[in-house]
């Protein structure tokens, strides 16, 4: 299914989708972002929170980036 609502507003929590996809909100720089945990260490990018326009263009927090969790 295409929507731009997150999965986590679609799926029941009993769905093994969503179990797999926790989603964590974490403050990066000052941004606010929506995260995928991969392991205890990693976390991969999945949406930005922000109203600047530049920070779209940070390379660092693009969607699908992964960042170490001792950097936040």
């Known amino acids: 299914m295409w929507t731009i609502v997150p999965d986590m507003f679609l799926f ?3 769905d093994p989708k969503f179990l797999e996809n926790q ?3 974490i403050e990066f720089s ?3 972002l929506v995260t995928r945990k991969l392991n205890e260490k990693q976390y991969e990018i999945v949406r930005i929170i922000t109203t600047d326009p530049r920070d779209y263009l940070n390379e660092k927090i693009q969607p699908g ?4 969790s ?3």
């Open 12 to 14: 029941s929590k009993d």
């Open 23 to 25: 989603y964590d909100e």
């Open 30 to 32: 000052n941004k606010i």
């Open 65 to 68: 980036s992964i960042i170490n």
């Open 70 to 72: 001792n950097l936040f």
